[in-house]
């Protein structure tokens, strides 16, 4: 079956099987890398991308129901001034962890300030509960989120 759908702002087509993953068709079909298989179970959110702007896991979302939707990965987000924003933060506040989950987090940084520039320390946790990190734990990860909240004043 044929899906077409935007792709980090480009319109792409890829022909696959309507029920495969859209973390299959991301990482399997186009070799787009960034978006990490975790549990594959919707549970740990190194998957997450932005689906028509909302945080999702990838590995949940069969590749029929992105069809003429906007999908945006890390590869995209890195492109953006507010995406470069969210990656500055996290090196500075020393966020980045093994790069499992890091691409995760950035989405949900990056969404968490999209729909709140200024978050409170809770709406931080919140937003980032359904990533799971293994190596360091949170608290590298909550500063970077005050750090683009700051440093992307007028961004957001």
Request: one cysteine or more.
């Amino acid at each position: 079956m044929k899906i077409e759908f935007y792709l980090n702002s480009e319109l792409v087509a890829v022909d696959v099987e309507p029920m495969q993953s859209l973390l299959h068709t991301l990482r399997g079909t186009m070799g787009r890398t960034a978006t990490k298989e975790g549990c594959g179970e919707g549970e740990c959110g190194a998957c997450s991308v932005l689906f028509n702007g909302r945080l999702v896991n990838a590995c949940m979302m069969p590749i029929s129901q992105v069809e003429g939707g906007d999908v945006m990965t890390l590869e995209g987000l890195r492109q953006t001034e507010k995406g470069l924003c969210v990656i500055n933060a996290l090196l500075e506040a020393k966020g980045v962890q093994c790069g499992f989950c890091t691409p995760g987090m950035v989405l949900a940084l990056y969404a968490l300030l999209d729909a709140d520039p200024n978050p409170s320390e809770h709406a931080i946790r919140t937003a980032i509960s359904g990533n799971l990190c293994r190596c360091t734990g949170y608290g590298m990860i909550v500063e970077a989120a005050k750090i683009a909240a700051q440093k992307g004043e007028g961004l957001w």
